[in-house]
């Protein structure tokens, strides 16, 4: 689904009244948001995809890090989660004990964030899906929006981009098998680290970096008032992910993503254009992608260095009317 398209559906739901629900749908933000008291409030989230991966346990895994990262992305901490299935009943070449291993690398994921699986529903379904509706816990005052991001605030994004190429070039069996575990393994990092070398921080915005690819996500945080500039040399991309492009494995929704950005878009003749593609790459369980100011920015890479998590300070913001531009 594309921003347009999302913007659509969007638009038909009815507003939101309840003077409790702090994060609701209008900025598309990561997770909906429900004030219990002063102190509390219960973050909502639900996400499940088609596999992209052969091992049914690291679909399961992969899947599983890709719902829990939206609690992460507003600032929570997760803390329950119950099964999305769809799977079907007859079909010899998805036996249920393949189900049971999606099962499993899910498991194994959600007890690695200290989250229980308590249930969940399964229906019969042609084409295999699976993921996760996550609930979380976040102070009513600290809840990171995707919007909010100041004039010259920096922006910080920690993950390495290219999944959805990698993802698409393993599904047509060509991928390096180094590269292919290389972004399996980012796939099923979760973004708790992240998220824990910012809690004490002064976050001004956060969003984390999925099917909309990093510019996508990067709009959403404009909120029509600011520019971004992006330094394409420092955006961090996965090993092997300019080869695969080269060779036409672009998935289709990273096609849409680069269209619907066309009429915001500037790039500079200095970057190359394989890296427009990348930086509209369609990820699966990305990063998160941080706004805050220089001096904060400085103390995340600091921490996330000394925790082992990717992290690259990528840009920043101005004053501006939505624009982004590549140097």
């Known amino acids: 689904m594309s921003p347009s398209d999302l913007a659509q559906v969007l638009s038909a739901l ?37 596999p992209i991966v052969d091992s049914p346990w690291s679909f399961g895994a992969i899947s599983a890090a890709n719902s829990i990262s939206d609690v992460y992305a507003m600032g929570g901490r997760p803390i329950m989660a119950m099964n999305v299935v769809g799977y079907p009943r007859n079909n010899p070449k998805a036996p249920l004990s393949a189900l049971g291993e999606i099962l499993k690398g899910g498991a194994a994921k959600a007890a690695e964030a200290g989250v229980s699986v308590v249930g969940g529903h399964t229906i019969d379904d042609n084409e295999p899906k699976y993921g996760m509706s996550v609930t979380g816990f976040v102070h009513p005052d600290k809840i990171w929006r995707n919007v909010g991001a100041h004039p010259g605030d920096k922006l910080v994004l920690t993950k390495p981009l290219g999944t959805g190429i990698i993802s698409t070039a393993m599904r047509a069996g060509v991928a390096p098998p180094a590269v292919a575990e290389a972004a399996i393994v980012m796939m099923s990092l979760l973004n708790r680290g992240a998220a824990e070398a910012a809690s004490d921080l002064d976050i001004h915005a956060c969003t984390d970096v999925t099917g909309f690819g990093l510019l996508g996500h990067l709009r959403e945080m404009l909120g029509g008032s600011l520019d971004a500039e992006i330094d394409a040399a420092s955006v961090g991309l996965l090993g092997g992910v300019l080869d695969l492009l080269a060779q036409g494995h672009l998935p289709g929704g990273s096609r849409r993503n680069r269209s619907s950005l066309e009429s915001i878009l500037s790039v500079a003749p200095s970057v190359a254009a394989p890296l427009v593609d990348i930086f509209c790459d369609a990820q699966t369980s990305g990063g998160l992608l941080f706004a805050l100011a220089d001096d904060q920015a400085a103390i995340l890479s600091q921490r996330c260095a000394a925790a082992g998590v990717p992290a690259f300070t990528i840009g920043s913001f101005s004053d501006g009317s939505g624009r982004i531009s590549l140097r």
Request: aromatic residues 8%; without cysteine.
């Open 14 to 50: 009815p507003l939101v009244t309840d003077p409790a629900v702090l994060v609701g749908t209008s900025t598309a933000d990561d997770a909906a948001v429900y004030k219990v008291s002063d102190e509390l409030a219960i973050i909502q989230t639900v996400d499940f995809f088609t």
